[in-house]
């Protein structure tokens, strides 16, 4: 889609900015306004663009030391018209760009409080699920956790060469299935408690041994599902509200493991992590091809503004 590019900087770092976006097709409009930044000093230049050309304007960004002299900010204007590039813009299509997927798996993944308590809550309810073999609840957890967007900064990162979304994209990985466990090992042992003497046998019932076993439909599924997340983050939809992760084993496999180490369970936790491991490495090896397709034939800068 069309975006909008605002981008503050010194009066010098303009003119030259100006100066190259003259020859990107593309380029719907172009607006300065002179000494109107304080913070940096300087000029605000805006420009709307096509995609191909906003890809094309942040390699010139790039090229410029834009980021590191001044600020850059995007926006996709709710409509944009133009006679002279009507046609264009009529053939834009909802793929976005590197920056806008790091930003949009940057807000949702980031270690906070938010990001932790969803996982958390999503694995006490994955564990209550699974506990009293209840297919629904186990779903909602699903819907409910951020769980696939960790796991996609890391092919993203090595993919774009934005390094920095590779260490923050493990810590985030890390802290939100850590908490996710615990969620899951906290609701165990309530469950436990409140019903002294009616721990049913985890191994057998039916969504454990679904969601704790490999076999090839669950993984084949499983792989659909991991190219179908960076298919659908590249068209800035989210992953949780069209149901991604009802197709990965990675919410319900990694409670088995919190509910197995809370039932002293060592050999159901193994199970479920194996799982669990499968279906991570299948989101990322997936969407790392993923992305490689889309730089070689749709995005044409190597380098994101991160």
Do not use: C
């Not at 309810?125 to 967007?149: K, N």
């Not at 299935?177 to 019903?195: D, K, P, Q, R």
């Not at 199970?271 to 993923?290: K, N, P």
């Amino acid at each position: 889609m069309p975006r909008s590019i605002e981008i503050s900087a010194a009066a010098d770092v303009i003119d030259r900015i100006v100066e190259q976006a003259g020859g990107v097709s593309g380029v719907v409009s172009l607006s300065r306004q002179k000494g109107a930044s304080l913070t940096p000093p300087g000029d605000v230049l805006t420009v709307h663009a096509t995609d191909d050309a906003t890809r094309a304007m942040l390699g010139i960004l790039t090229d410029l030391d834009v980021p590191r002299k001044g600020t850059v900010s995007l926006s996709e204007p709710t409509s944009l018209l133009s006679v002279e590039y009507q046609k264009l813009i009529d053939k834009e299509s909802n793929e976005t760009i590197w920056d806008d997927m790091a930003f949009l798996l940057r807000r949702d993944t980031n270690v906070s409080f938010n990001y932790l308590m969803l996982m958390a809550l999503a694995g006490a309810i994955t564990a209550a699920g699974l506990w009293s073999d209840t297919l629904h609840l186990i779903i909602g957890s699903m819907i409910i956790a951020p769980a696939f967007e960790p796991l996609l900064r890391l092919p993203l990162g090595l993919i774009t060469r934005a390094k920095e979304l590779i260490p923050s994209g493990l810590v985030s990985m890390t802290t939100g299935y850590l908490a996710l466990a615990l969620g899951a090992v906290f609701a165990t042992t309530v469950l436990n408690l409140w019903e002294p003497g009616a721990k049913p046998a985890l191994a057998e019932q039916r969504w454990v041994g679904y969601w704790s076993s490999l076999s090839f439909a669950g993984v084949l599924i499983s792989a659909f599902g991991a190219i179908a997340g960076p298919v659908i983050v590249s068209a800035q939809r989210s992953v949780m509200t069209v149901g991604v992760m009802i197709t990965l084993a990675l919410i319900p496999s990694m409670g088995i493991v919190g509910m197995g180490l809370a039932t002293g369970d060592l050999g159901l936790a193994g199970q479920g992590f194996i799982r669990w491991l499968v279906d991570a490495l299948l989101v990322t090896v997936m969407s790392a091809a993923v992305f490689g397709l889309k730089k070689r034939f749709l995005h044409h800068r190597l380098h994101a503004l991160s």
